[in-house]
Every structure is written in structure tokens, then in C-alpha cells.
């Protein structure tokens, strides 16, 4: 069954520093998001990107939040200079119509921000 | 008002019992319904997806939504310990962003 792979699993950085989470969306889809969950709460939506640009995103990613495309398979998620509050489980998601289900998750990346 | 809420949990329940999970929303513009699972640290799942109002069932699996109360459930039938997760409600509207809007997730034990 096709899945949306993350990478890495887990990323351990300091505050302050810029990272980039990695993911392969399923090939034939055409909707990309990512969401994140912070410890023990709801997961979030952050960004929707669809034809190479964003279409939605929440009040949560603000300019220190970036996303992109940069060939044909990947879709990145990069945090310019992360804060402690940035902590939390990232997912990756893609779907193959923008009607809102049929999403399917990755895994997730676990970003620690010491 | 939040605009998804569900109970969070943990519940507990014994193999074989029905189980019933279940949302209440605010926003009226929502037109899909979803139910995810999520083991710990994993991403989630999908397992039923409804539209507008109405029934749907697979398997030991019913989702019912009536937007008139704003209410939607899932009921697990004949549970087993492999149920044992994490289940999410999400929502979208029409259109949109499709971004999903989700519950805090109920806590799901079933015991043997």
C-alpha cells in the first residue's frame, strides 16, 4: 500500500537553529499538508500547498515557517529559527482530491528544540 | 466554544463490549466527517470518512453524523485489544483550504 514516508524520525536541535523536515508524499497526489502535535494535545493544522504554492495556511505558521517542493517527489517543511515552543510531532500528509478526506499521514518527525 | 470537542478519555472497556466515540462541533460549515486512529508516536489513520448527514459502516465500524445536533459517533462493534489506540474525530468544509479541524482524541483501552 503506497505511504507517505518522513525523514528523519526524530531531530534533535538547538534553539535558534533552522531545520528541515523531510517528506515523500504519495506519487500520484497532488495535495500536500503538514500538521503537528505538540505532547498531549490535538494535532494542528499548519499548511496546505497545492500547484506549487501554498492555498491555506493557519495563524500557526508565521514567517519563520517555510514550505517546498523542489523536485517532483519531495515536500519540505523548514523552521528558520526554532523555538522551544517548536517541539512537537510534525506529520506530512497528501491526498489526491482537495475534498478533505482521504488524506494519508506519514509517520511523523518527533523535532526536539533544546 | 471550541470548535471540535471530545472527550478525551482514557476509556476502558472490556473485549467484546460496543464501544462509542463521539464529537460535537460549532462550525456549521463543515460537510466531511472522518475518523482517524493513531497509535502512540504514529501518524494517523484513516478508518471511515462520512458526508453531510447519514450512516456508513464497515466492518465492525459505524460512523453517524446528524448536523442538525452537530453530533457525530463511532461505534466499534465486538472490540478487541488491538482497537487499543488513540481515536480521532477531523472535520473539513466544502471547499476551502481542506484543511482538517480535529478533536483532542479519545483514549481507547480494550481489555482482555
Known amino acids: 500500500e503506497p505511504e507517505v514516508t518522513q525523514t528523519p524520525s526524530h531531530q534533535v536541535t538547538q534553539m535558534g537553529q533552522e531545520v528541515i523536515l523531510r517528506c515523500v508524499p504519495i506519487?500520484?497526489?497532488?495535495?500536500f499538508y503538514w500538521y503537528r502535535q505538540i505532547l498531549g494535545q490535538k494535532v494542528e493544522f499548519l499548511v496546505s500547498?497545492?500547484?506549487?504554492?501554498?492555498?491555506?495556511k493557519s495563524e500557526i505558521f508565521d514567517d519563520q515557517f517555510s514550505v517546498e517542493r523542489p523536485d517532483g517527489s519531495n515536500f519540505t517543511l523548514k523552521i528558520r529559527s526554532t523555538k522551544l515552543e517548536d517541539s512537537a510531532m510534525y506529520f506530512c500528509a497528501s491526498s489526491d482530491e482537495g475534498s478533505g478526506y482521504g488524506y494519508t499521514f506519514g509517520s511523523g518527525t518527533r523535532l526536539t528544540v533544546v | 466554544q471550541k470548535e471540535v470537542e471530545q472527550d478525551p478519555g482514557p476509556l476502558s472497556v472490556p473485549e467484546g463490549a460496543i464501544v462509542s466515540l463521539n464529537c460535537t462541533y460549532s462550525n456549521s460549515a463543515f460537510q466531511y466527517f472522518m475518523w482517524y486512529r493513531q497509535y502512540s508516536r504514529k501518524g494517523p489513520e484513516l478508518l471511515m470518512y462520512t458526508y453531510s448527514s447519514g450512516n456508513k459502516e464497515d466492518g465492525r465500524f459505524t460512523a453517524q453524523v446528524d448536523k442538525s445536533s452537530k453530533y457525530i459517533s463511532l461505534f466499534i462493534r465486538d472490540s478487541q485489544p488491538s482497537d487499543s489506540a488513540t481515536y480521532l474525530c477531523?472535520?473539513?468544509?466544502?471547499?476551502?483550504?481542506?484543511?482538517?479541524?480535529f478533536g483532542t482524541g479519545t483514549q481507547l483501552k480494550v481489555e482482555l
Open positions: 506519487s500520484n497526489h497532488l495535495y
Open positions: 500547498f497545492y500547484n506549487n504554492e501554498i492555498s491555506e
Open positions: 477531523a472535520m473539513s468544509r466544502t471547499g476551502g483550504g481542506n484543511k482538517l479541524t
